[in-house]
């Protein structure tokens, strides 16, 4: 019998659509080599326009589900998603603690695409509190990145991405990757920040369309860099090269956003384009 590929935990809610959540870094993380443990937060009313509804799960459920898990299989890296209440983030921050040699990717899922809120600012305060002291690295999004880093006392406070990086590292995480696709530039820029200030700064070629589960996608990506052994900033790197061709292979199966499409690499690239071409 062959050795267990890399483990991944992930703690994310359900998307029916299969485009993000839990099913999105099951996806990845399998895509990718990684064995994937799911725990689930949350179920979500959602379709590939927007996100409806969102029922969390009694955070006892969610910690019994990652109990059984890690009592059971070693576990490499932890990844989080949406989380679903302060409660949750709570518990969940109980569980990883008891594991501090295990890696944390925690992607603050804090709106959907469309803009549709998924966090309120009771549980971004529980996520800087209690979560990012935690994290190896955390992958906001420019938007996310302002709104964890901004100092509500202060209305008059509008830190730049630098400043939200600085900040957000000041909280206890070793990384923060702060990804540019909410920003007005010809390019989407993405950089990394260490304690030391810039690791690296990447510019990808802006794909046209919207994509639901990009987020998700490029934060699973870095888990299993980091579960296979890669070094923080070649796995990053690595991660947005997978997630760049996951976008520019994706497809639109309703009539929403595009999905990703994760298992790029096991089509023929002229079948990709056939595909797109006829949608």
């Given amino acids: 019998m062959s050795q267990p590929p890399p483990i991944v935990l992930s703690f994310a809610a359900s998307d029916s659509t299969g485009g993000a959540g839990i099913q999105a870094d099951i996806l990845t993380l399998a895509s990718m080599g990684c064995h994937p443990l799911s725990v689930v937060t949350a179920v979500t009313v959602q379709d590939t326009a927007g996100v409806d509804d969102v029922m969390a799960l009694d955070p006892e459920w969610v910690t019994d589900q990652a109990r059984a898990v890690l009592e059971d299989m070693p576990v490499h890296v932890f990844k989080m998603g949406l989380l679903g209440s302060v409660e949750i983030i709570a518990a969940i921050a109980e569980v990883v603690s008891d594991y501090p040699n295990i890696p944390v990717v925690l992607d603050p899922v804090l709106a959907s695409g469309r803009g549709d809120e998924l966090a309120n600012e009771e549980m971004v305060a529980a996520m800087r509190e209690l979560l990012l002291p935690q994290a190896t690295i955390i992958t906001p999004n420019s938007l996310e990145a302002r709104r964890l880093a901004q100092d509500y006392e202060d209305e008059s406070d509008m830190p730049d991405l630098h400043?939200?990086?600085?900040?957000?590292?000041?909280?206890?995480?070793?990384?923060?990757?702060?990804?540019?696709?909410?920003?007005n530039t010809s390019q989407v820029v993405n950089t990394?920040?260490?304690?030391?200030?810039?690791?690296r700064t990447d510019a990808w070629d802006r794909l046209t369309g919207s994509y639901h589960g990009s987020g998700c996608t490029l934060a699973s990506a870095i888990a299993a860099t980091l579960a296979n052994g890669l070094p923080i900033a070649e796995g990053v790197y690595e991660a947005q090269e997978y997630t760049w061709q996951s976008l520019k292979a994706g497809f639109r199966p309703g009539m929403g956003q595009y999905l990703p499409d994760r298992l790029f690499w096991t089509r023929d690239?002229?079948?990709v384009e056939d595909r797109n071409q006829a949608m």
């Fill in 163 to 183: 400043q939200c990086a600085a900040r957000l590292l000041r909280l206890g995480c070793e990384y923060v990757f702060v990804t540019g696709t909410h920003e």
């Fill in 192 to 199: 990394l920040y260490g304690t030391t200030g810039i690791v």
């Fill in 269 to 271: 690239e002229n079948s």
